[in-house]
């Protein structure tokens, strides 16, 4: 762009312009100068020129930076004149841009198209100590950014005016995260830099990263599809609308915060994270940003949901339809975090105090999570076995107070995978445990024809010893019961609603009981159907008892069996021998008499 301007306005502010002037020569449409690289371009250099000719500018945040670099490049000093354009820029941005959150903030935005000139004059460092300095203090203490963000007039003694009267309501608190949809506006390389000046200041760590949560939001449109409603609605933060970037933007934008998010636990929610990995994986970000995502996921796996275990398989392979190798790899992380932190481990806890352990209940969610991650992926027909043991065994045993929801993933995966052999059956079977099925589990399992035959005996042993040890807990509150109403019997006058419920409890367990006498019956009954169908199969040599079978099986008895079930089966046993001897008396006369 060309501008016809008279000379000695120029030259009289401006040594660079002087300098120019004095060295052209004179042609017939006069003195020709050029100047290629005047910051802010042709826009600035006119306002420059207004300048020279005396015009008053009208000097702002969004023009104060190119004025301020166009007078240092033009070398506009107090040298060529009083009150010079440097001087009067460097006052402006002293005593009013930064004194301003919003003007320091459009001020900063400005250094990009001028950065290299700014950098010289130190303008963005500047900006970015008073950026971090005011998100330090609460705003409502000086006004700013309340008012300017549209908020109410305040009368001195801070109540709220309305055209400019008070009328006594007091205008809300702001919180810690008021400037984060204002900083989300700056570049990446500004973003950083700021960033980096809060952590320096001593700004806590959860602040900094809600406003990596808020500037990702803003910039990574991944992020958005999977957000829950209920997240939305009740998220303090307020996200602007996605701002399109390019693919090696986003993914520039991703690694970089991975690298500024501060490694702990807790700062972001579980399901941010699973956004970040799963828009690395579309992006195809670096391997390192990668495993540092599923570091950071492994460290609060107790806080995820099935939903977010389900991510799709991306790999150029594409074998099954989830990616199992990437969940595997964030269960290793959680369970070498886990047994940092001083985890339990198998051999320093009872059963009894599995569910009632504060250590253990992450491990205890984690195994739950795992679980119902192994059904919702065990319908792939893709899904070899080898990843399904490896993904379901790495859950220590010690994690599953019951293995109910192994046994549904076990069973799902054996529906879907109808040709596996009878020995892969087995194998597969034996990542549960039967005594830590429920009875509810092992009734389904006796009946299910998926399981293999020696699985099916192990259930029906275990789930018969279930129901005695249960019938054998019944007689025993049923006779605590019947002793506390012998003590209770000079007593009738006090407590009649506590006894006639105390009545009722004993009448449930008896109906209970009586329902358990059955169901141990047709067990007994199964049990011994099945075991002649062993000896036709002649799996079974010779003449074995039901103790030879158990022992076939492996069966792992527990010693926990109530004295009340060994006195009644002592007492039966006894029975039947003063029968037989009887019998035995009567064969012998008749032998004599013979």
């Known amino acids: 762009m060309s501008f016809h301007l008279h000379k000695f306005p120029l030259l009289s502010r401006s040594g660079v312009m002087e300098r120019l002037i004095a060295g052209s020569s004179e042609g017939e449409e006069g003195c020709a100068i050029k100047l290629p690289d005047v910051p802010g371009g042709a826009k600035t250099f006119e306002l420059v020129a207004k300048f020279c000719y005396g015009v008053k500018l009208e000097l702002t945040a969004a023009n104060v930076v190119y004025l301020r670099c166009a007078a240092e490049h033009l070398e506009m000093t107090e040298e060529y004149g009083e009150g010079n354009l440097i001087s009067q820029t460097e006052t402006f941005f002293n005593q009013v841009v930064l004194r301003n959150w919003k003007d320091t903030l459009k001020a900063l935005e400005t250094c990009d198209d001028v950065l290299s000139y700014a950098e010289e004059l130190h303008i963005p460092r500047r900006c970015i100590d008073s ?113 399109s970037l390019s693919e090696g933007d986003q993914k520039l934008l991703l690694e970089e915060m991975d690298r500024l998010l501060p490694m702990q636990k807790g700062l972001v929610s579980t399901k941010f994270l699973f956004g970040l990995l799963r828009t690395a994986k579309i992006l195809r970000a670096s391997p390192s940003c990668i495993s540092s995502l599923e570091k950071r996921i492994g460290m609060q796996l107790d806080q995820a949901t099935l939903e977010d275990l389900l991510m799709p398989n991306l790999s150029y392979s594409m074998e099954t339809l989830y990616d199992v190798d990437c969940v595997h790899r964030i269960l290793e992380h959680f369970l070498i975090m886990d047994q940092a932190v001083g985890g339990a481990s198998p051999g320093s806890i009872d059963d009894g105090q599995i569910m009632g352990s504060p250590s253990l209940t992450p491990i205890t969610m984690v195994a739950k999570l795992i679980d119902g991650y192994l059904a919702e992926v065990a319908p792939d027909v893709n899904l070899k076995l080898g990843k399904f043991q490896s993904l379901a065994a790495a859950v220590p045993e010690y994690a599953r107070p019951l293995d109910d929801g192994l046994y549904r993933a076990i069973d799902v995966y054996l529906k879907s995978h109808p040709w596996l052999a009878e020995s892969d059956r087995e194998l597969l079977c034996r990542l549960m445990d039967c005594q830590k099925l429920s009875l509810e589990a092992c009734t389904h399992a006796a009946q299910n024809e998926r399981l293999p035959l020696r699985i099916i005996v192990q259930v029906l042993f275990f789930e018969q010893l279930q129901l005695r040890t249960s019938i054998a807990g019944c007689f025993l509150v049923s006779d605590n019961l019947d002793g506390s109403r012998q003590l209770r019997s000079g007593l009738v006058g006090q407590n009649e609603g506590g006894w006639a419920t105390a009545v009722r409890e004993n009448q449930v367990l008896k109906v209970g009981m009586d329902n358990m006498r ?77």
């Open 131 to 243: 950026l971090a300095a005011k998100a330090r203090t609460d705003p409502t203490l000086f006004g700013w950014p309340m008012v300017e963000h549209g908020g109410p007039m305040q009368s001195p003694g801070g109540s709220v005016l309305w055209n400019g009267i008070s009328t006594g309501a007091r205008p809300k608190h702001s919180s810690s995260d008021w400037w984060y949809e204002d900083a989300s506006t700056l570049s990446l390389p500004l973003y950083k830099r700021l960033i980096s000046a809060m952590e320096s200041s001593g700004i806590k760590q959860e602040i900094i990263a809600g406003s990596l949560y808020s500037y990702a939001k803003k910039y990574l449109p991944g992020l958005n599809r999977r957000q829950g409603a209920n997240e939305s609605s009740n998220r303090h933060i307020q996200v602007g609308s996605v701002t």
């Open 518 to 594: 059955m169901r141990v019956s047709e067990l007994e009954k199964e049990c011994s159907d099945m075991r002649s169908e062993i000896e036709k199969l002649g799996k079974v040599k010779g003449s074995s008892t039901w103790g030879n079978v158990s022992k076939k099986f492996g069966f792992r008895l527990k010693s926990q069996m109530c004295s009340a079930q060994e006195g009644s089966v002592s007492k039966q046993e006894n029975g039947h021998k003063k029968i037989e001897k009887p019998k035995e008396k009567q064969s012998k006369e008749k032998k004599n008499s013979d």
